[in-house]
């Protein structure tokens, strides 16, 4: 009799921990089933009118950049693009857009919002590379501080208007875009960060702004 | 089951081991199964996220993490199931969860520190280490102690 009690219990633990297994890897692989183009060959969205751009609309070479500001490398090649692209003025169309990894990033949806707002008031790129520049100060800042701790302060040195950064920042306008350049880049599956594409066709991120400079010489050669 | 087992205790040591297991079992499935989202410095080489940190050879920590806390599971449940008392089972978890709180401290100073991005299932993970190591040690220390009391 006591055996058989024993027997059920050791049955019971055995049938949850296969059950969660398999409602787990259920779970994960629905999950991964959505990336549509894990080769990366699907071109990116054309450049529209509210994306945020640096260079003349009229280069003959555009690059687009799917970045998280919360993300390490790209802060890394925060850098090397400021190397690179000052050598292509008129020729390169830089474009940034937003994919924070929500998942490993507590602070990248809130730092878009921000940098989102700053655009409103005229200040999206000064925002995005005080973002970057100061990337390890406002990193680990608890989330539901890192407004009042970190992003008033650039905010302030920008001169923006607080009130309206604080409101911008959760306005219909600047979620309803972030969330629509999340889903493009999730259409086309761009899956790290940053994600670059040359003339909307996916690259492999260069090594140093030597290789940087070389596609872009690539890009610019006529055909 | 002993009919002095002291109940609470080997509950809640077996439910945060269930809970880690989960967890780390999800971390698990997601590092073998799942498209990654890594920032990353090179296309398909996860420098920056954890990979580096995220296996030990060719395993990954959160499979270690997974076995583990299985082990802990299925001690608790044979404690239960036994009909003497098994203080050698309760101090193997509690030894096993002092290991793997030594894991976790050093897992999420890399997240803090070196790899300056958080995960929160290793978070999670990290508390329910913590939690499973408070209660098997009140588990262990319960039962060793009616185990010293005459019969």
């Not at chain 1, 183009?37 to 969205?45: H, L, M, Q, R, S």
């Amino acid at each position: 009799m006591k055996n058989k009690g024993n027997a059920t219990v050791w049955f019971a633990a055995g049938f949850i921990v296969i059950a969660t297994v398999v409602v787990i890897i259920a779970a994960v692989v629905s999950s991964g089933s959505l990336n549509n183009n894990p080769d990366g060959t699907a071109p990116a969205p054309a450049i529209a009118a509210d994306d945020w751009v640096r260079g003349s609309r009229d280069a003959k070479v555009t690059l687009i950049e799917y970045g998280d500001y919360q993300c390490p490398a790209c802060a890394t090649y925060e850098g090397l693009l400021s190397d690179v692209l000052p050598n292509y003025e008129g020729e390169v169309l830089f474009v940034f857009r937003n994919f924070p990894l929500y998942t490993i990033h507590p602070n990248a949806g809130i730092s878009a919002q921000a940098a989102e707002a700053a655009g409103l008031q005229g200040k999206f790129w000064e925002m995005h590379d005080m973002l970057y520049e100061k990337q390890q100060e406002w990193s680990l800042t608890p989330t539901n501080r890192v407004v009042a701790d970190n992003f008033d302060s650039y905010a302030r040195i920008l001169g923006l208007d607080l009130d309206k950064f604080h409101e911008d920042m959760n306005s219909d306008q600047v979620l309803r875009k972030i969330k629509g350049e999340v889903d493009g880049a999730n259409a086309i599956g761009v899956g790290r960060t940053p994600t670059f594409y040359v003339n909307l066709q996916q690259i492999q991120n260069p090594a140093n702004a030597a290789e940087f400079k070389a596609i872009l010489d690539n890009a610019l050669e006529p055909a | 089951m002993p009919s002095n087992l002291p109940k609470p205790a080997l509950f809640l040591t077996a439910i945060f081991a269930f809970l880690g297991f989960a967890d780390a079992a999800y971390l698990t499935a997601d590092h073998y199964l799942a498209v990654p989202l890594p920032c990353s410095l090179t296309q398909g080489c996860d420098v920056v996220l954890n990979s580096q940190y995220a296996t030990v050879g060719p395993v990954p920590v959160a499979l270690l993490g997974a076995l583990y806390y299985l082990a802990a599971f299925f001690l608790a449940i044979y404690i239960f199931s036994s009909e003497s008392p098994k203080v050698s089972a309760a101090r193997a978890i509690q030894g096993l969860s002092g290991l793997g709180l030594l894991a976790s401290v050093y897992l999420v100073y890399l997240q803090f520190e070196i790899i300056r991005a958080l995960c929160m299932y290793c978070l999670i993970s990290a508390t329910m280490t913590l939690l499973l190591f408070l209660s098997s040690s009140w588990l262990a220390s319960r039962m060793s102690r009616q185990a010293k009391l005459p019969a």
